[in-house]
DNA sequence: CAGTGGTCTAGACCACGAG
DNA sequence: TCGTGGTCTAGACCACTGT
């Protein structure tokens, strides 16, 4: 075990330790298998052994390693499902190995109304963005989503290009970061038009997700409705329970 | 501000602390308040910057809190859904203000089989505990559950009271306990007699959830297939932007 | 019993936000 | 400029596991 690199700029030490990590629990290291003890772990990569638990601890949310107390620190079976991350449509494909696409069917400004303006927390009248798109994978329709944003994170001027991630593109625009998002998942049949959009029979079974995204501040950012096809796609997430709570 | 009491027996601190500012947070605080400082909090708690920390972090996680770097920690907005976390389908239906029941269909003791054998990570011909309810919220059909427990975990003898969380009781009577859980959901339409049992019309739609509960050393405790009506039921979740990570 | 992870302390310096 | 949260250190003691 060689000692971690220099630190570069500006990234954290408890982030190298991270990545180097996980290169030796993708490759090397089968299931069960026990890891260096966190002293030796502090010792072997120069940092404090409190660097080394919340490196742990992390890895430990995500299902990587489990940790038993008096015994040690092992690597987890692999799991089908990763734990429930905020990824976008495209991020979300191309970790189930399909090829992510889209395709515009509308997009315009458009007062908010009181559905909408009430989301994102704005007035009714104010302008939105409104993006409607089918959403590919492997060229095939997956999901038919209706995005709106507020107009003032949008500039007039801006293009915006389908396939890129919008979160990418305003994250590298204007200071947007989504970090948060609510969603609401319902069960639903596809009405004909839907149907014809997604290449699927009438009265297919579908998800029905709302969404609203939020920066770090709390402020809205992101309201979305979107219908999956339910021949397609499946939620796979794993839940935790955390430590100890106040009764139940 | 009054000092945390005197630590009780086995509760660490940060437990300590956790329930106080929850306390707070529920109760004479309203979204965008901003807490007292982290150097704050340690001096009248009486603990290190560390532990309020610690405790901070899982707020936050939790959608409790927000934290801006050179302001301060404020109070998050309430939000519609919790963050995902692990629960029984009785502890469920409390946070929604249902009352939840069981009525037993089936129980039987059966080989497991090549599916549940393998989910389970046992012998095919091992013995498994098979329970088929109809869980109910405020009396009426919510979910018919099918869920497989390896025989060893379940003594002959004994007795399962439907309506307590089946997690309750087995980590009441042995050491099992549930801290993690793999889930598939998909939708599809119920067959008649599935329709039926839940009394809805045939070819309804609904939730089809599979799921795999691990204990703490990733051994597979429970196997359950469930389908949830798609007229009462839906998934609320709160999902997390992680901080860095390895390009996607 | 020795060794492990779990909790905690009392500092330190840095990066960012606001006045 | 000053205060905030973000990161990190070098220790300490406890609770639990396994021999």
Redesign the interface.
Known sequence: MTAIEAQQRG??KS?LLR?HL?EMLNSGMV??DKLSTERELAGAFSVSR?TVRRVLD?LERE?RV?R?QGAGT?V??P???KS???TSFS?DM?SRGLVPGSLFVEIERIPAGAEVGYALGISPAATVVHIRRVRTADAEPMCLENCYLPGHLVPEDMVLAPNDSLYAQLSGSYNV?????????????LSPADADALHVPPLS???RVERIGYD???QAIEQAQSLYR?DRY?????????A?T?A?
Chains 1, 2 share one sequence.
């Open positions: 990234v954290p982030e990545r996980l299931p069960h409190l992390r299902g489990y038993i092992f987890s079976e799991r089908i499902a429930v991350e905020l991020e191309r970061h989504l970090t948060r998002a609510d969603q609401t998942i319902r069960v639903t049949v079974p579908a998800f770090a501040r709390g339910g499946s939620y796979e997430l794993t839940i935790l329970r955390e100890i106040t139940p």
